[in-house]
């Protein structure tokens, strides 16, 4: 089994990864590897102080206070460390589960892996059509934390301020 899936009743975006890494599963919670850029994207994004690594209620409010929802592709799988490329006997989440508890409106996958998953399994369950953004992994180092602002702060934005409270 992966993490249980961040959710509330404002969670209008989804971001999906894979499947954790070992340091995510060490770290107990999403995006847990020290250079993973994930959670220092999402506080720029957002304006919020970037969270301790060790803080997970403090990773859960930052998604759920901007209409935001966390999980990953795969409930389970064969995988060699943190590589993608290596992921085999895939077995996904029930997407179905997350949409009849949360108004989603809009997917977004956080790398090419989760996006091709996600098709694959989710999106036939969904209906809803995935925008791919560049991985937070720091295994892509091509993508500098400027360029990776640029691609995901305009396909967030529409998100993040429907969220109540905001």
Known sequence: MSFAPVFGPGSRALIL??????KSWEAGFYYGHPQNRFWPLLAGLTG???PAREDIEA???????HGLALWDVLAGCTIEGASDASIRDAVPEDIGYLLTRA???????????AHRLYQRYMQPVSGIAA???PSTSPANAAW???RMRASWGPALA???GQCAGK
Request: aromatic content about 8%; glycine content about 6%; some cysteine.
């Open 59 to 65: 990773k859960r409010r930052l998604i759920l206070r």
């Open 103 to 113: 108004p989603i409106e809009a997917v977004f996958c956080n790398g090419a892996a």
């Open 144 to 146: 500098q934390m400027d």
């Open 17 to 22: 990864g894979s499947w954790p890494s070992p």
């Open 48 to 50: 919020e102080p970037v």
């Open 131 to 133: 925008v791919r953004l």
């Open 158 to 160: 529409p998100y993040l």
